[in-house]
């Protein structure tokens, strides 16, 4: 189990991170979605890997999962959540504003440049 | 008081959220609110300042469950100065926001208090995932703030910022996953004492979480390799914004300061102060760069930024340093530069509202309309901030020169006299020609409001202060300094079952 999950996490990272590198933001931000995904799993094997434990105390159990990376990787589903959001209402203002979904766009470049 | 210790949290997050009550009302209200709220949080801060200068660090378990386990604040002397440094700065650039700055997007007033709450709850959490948390609250407020008016420029750093933060955010979380991982708990001070006594087989694990923690810092406070988006994100910033990034960058300073001293600091067996080394050069680097990126902006908001960029240099070099001397100077400096350069962003606005169609490029133009007024003000700033006496910075960067062993003189008093040179050339020449070589004033064109002007002089008018007082802040500094120096007495404090300070 601990194979699958680490490959799981490690490929979802890999493409993340290639789609964040693109110069267009809905790639971008589904990069940066995959990466949240990645950490977030990555984040709930922090406590270790246990099938069938308890997380809150009870009587006459012995195995117990730590609670505690789930609580974690909730505040951290959480808060990727809201900013996925927010960057796709944020991208699809930049293409709004400057006409072009390109991240780094050269047209605004060159206008800066001409006006200073 | 025993409940002293949250407030500067929880007044923020009252009055942000009661800004969204009736948000299509008149802005005067929102406004006093606003300005009473965090004039309160001065005071609150002063007082925190004083509970924290009688040496003691004292704790606010919340729900009262004792650490390790529950969630704490913790104050001791740098936490409270930091505090205190945000609210000031705050202070001033929310006076010069009411003006009008706040009138041109909606939710100004609202996400400003959020960002002060986020600031505050970084410098005084005592728990690494309670950090992130912060560290979130702030820059979601801090995306929002940056693109505060609207425009191209704006969406587009905006759109950087965000992007390169998230990155920042999920790298954050998987050092905190391998942290925890290794060492089983979030509180910074057991994170220590855990590390301290760690199976040699973990430790490569480790310390690659240590680096990758290094690295997000080292994004949140600009460092070389990463300060790409600074000059860029705070030029285009509105004024009252970029003035309270000002505190940004530190606030990664500050995470670094924290976490290399007490979780990486002398008991942590053999990887006590690794990160120290690595910084030095990384900071020599950034000091060097920031000086040719002064020399070079056409823009006099890019030359802030570029100035902030010198004085993040600064302070990571006596963060690398890592003795009282130096550490207590640093945080001098960090007094000076978070507050003059906050007022130097205000000021760029200033006269780039009164030169009209120049704005703030760095060309002959048409004069500012009150020469006299903003000139001297751009004269006390230049002076301040580039290092001359008699004013703080001389000052702040003595004390760090003064804290260079003879190793490391060469390399700091080169680069810290030539990019100090680098910043008088670059704001003597952009001083005379906007004021100088201008052409005729608009006599009808507009003033400094006095809210403006009060911000204005609140920010500027520190260095003065500062310098005046030198004398009692650096008592505090060189004290704050040697606590943070001791982790032992931190872990103490927290952790021993006879502490008291938890409530």
């Not at chain 1, 977030?40 to 270790?48: H, M």
């Not at chain 2, 910022?161 to 998230?166: E, I, K, M």
């Not at chain 2, 004024?239 to 995470?255: E, Q, R, S």
Request: hydrophobic share 55%; net charge neutral.
């Amino acid at each position: 189990m601990e194979a699958l999950f680490a490959t799981v996490t490690g490929f979802l990272a890999a493409s993340g991170l290639y789609l964040a590198l693109r110069g267009r933001t809905f790639p971008v931000v589904v990069g940066l979605t995959l990466l949240s995904y990645a950490v977030n799993l990555f984040l709930f094997s922090t406590g270790g890997l246990t099938t069938d434990g308890a997380a809150v105390i009870q009587a006459g159990k012995t195995h117990y999962a730590d609670p505690l990376p789930q609580a974690l990787v909730l505040t951290a589903i959480v808060i990727g959540f809201a900013m996925t959001a927010f960057s796709v209402i944020l991208a699809m203002r930049v293409r709004g504003d400057q006409g072009s979904d390109q991240v780094n766009d050269q047209r605004v470049e060159d206008a800066k440049e001409e006006k200073s | 008081m025993q409940h002293l210790i949250i407030l500067p949290i929880l007044l923020p997050l009252f009055t942000g959220l009661a800004m969204l009550i009736k948000r299509d009302a008149t802005m005067q209200p929102r406004r006093t609110i606003s300005l009473v709220s965090t004039a309160l949080l001065v005071v609150i801060a002063i007082a925190l300042v004083i509970k924290s200068s009688e040496g003691q660090i004292s704790y606010y378990a919340l729900g009262d469950w004792q650490p390790p386990f529950g969630i704490i604040l913790v104050l001791d002397r740098l936490s409270a100065l930091m505090v205190c440094l945000t609210s000031v700065l705050a202070l001033g650039s929310l006076a010069y926001a009411c003006a009008g700055d706040d009138k041109k997007g909606s939710n100004f007033h609202g996400l400003f208090q959020l960002q002060l709450m986020g600031i505050n709850g970084a410098f005084l959490t005592g728990d690494m995932f309670n950090l992130f948390v912060f560290f979130e609250v702030l820059l979601i407020a801090s995306y929002s703030l940056l693109m505060h008016g609207g425009g191209k420029d704006r969406t587009q750093a905006g759109f950087h910022y965000v992007a390169l933060n998230l990155a920042g955010s999920a790298m954050f979380l998987i050092a905190l996953g391998v942290l925890y991982g290794t060492t089983g708990t979030l509180n910074m001070a057991d994170m220590g004492l855990r590390i301290a006594e760690l199976d040699p087989e973990r430790q490569g694990l480790l310390k690659a979480g240590a680096f990758l923690l290094l690295v997000v810092f080292g994004l949140k406070s600009a460092i070389l390799p990463l300060y790409f988006w600074l000059p860029r994100a705070y030029a285009s910033a509105p004024a009252p914004v970029a003035a309270l990034f000002a505190i940004m960058t530190k606030v990664g300073i500050y995470a670094i300061l924290r976490v290399y001293t007490l979780v990486f600091g002398d008991s942590a067996g053999d990887l006590a102060n690794f990160a120290q080394p690595w910084l030095w050069w990384f900071a020599l680097a950034t000091i060097a760069l920031g000086g040719i990126g002064v020399l070079s902006a056409r823009d006099l908001r890019t030359q802030v930024a570029y100035l902030i960029l010198i004085s993040v240099g600064t302070l990571l070099a006596g963060v690398s340093m890592d003795r009282v001397a130096s550490l207590s100077a640093l945080l001098y400096y960090m007094l000076h530069t978070t507050l003059v350069s906050g007022g130097l962003f205000l000021l760029a606005d200033a006269i780039a509202d009164q030169r009209g169609k120049a704005g703030a490029r760095i060309v002959p133009g048409r004069g500012v309309t009150q020469p006299a007024l903003l000139g001297l003000a751009y004269f006390v700033g230049a002076v301040s901030v580039v290092g001359l006496p008699p004013l703080s910075g001389a000052i702040g960067k003595a004390l760090l020169l003064n804290a260079a062993q003879p190793g490391e003189q060469p390399w700091l008093w080169s680069l810290l006299l030539l990019s100090s040179l680098a910043g008088l050339v670059a704001m003597g020449r952009s001083g005379s020609t906007v004021f100088w070589k201008a052409g005729k004033p608009d006599a009808e064109g507009p003033r400094l409001k006095p809210s403006m002007l009060a911000g204005l002089i609140l920010l500027l008018g520190a260095s003065p202060l500062l310098s005046l007082f030198a004398g009692p802040i650096t008592e505090f500094t060189q004290a704050s300094a040697a606590q943070l120096l001791d982790p032992g007495a931190y872990t103490q404090a927290i952790l021993a079952p006879t502490a008291g300070g938890g409530s």
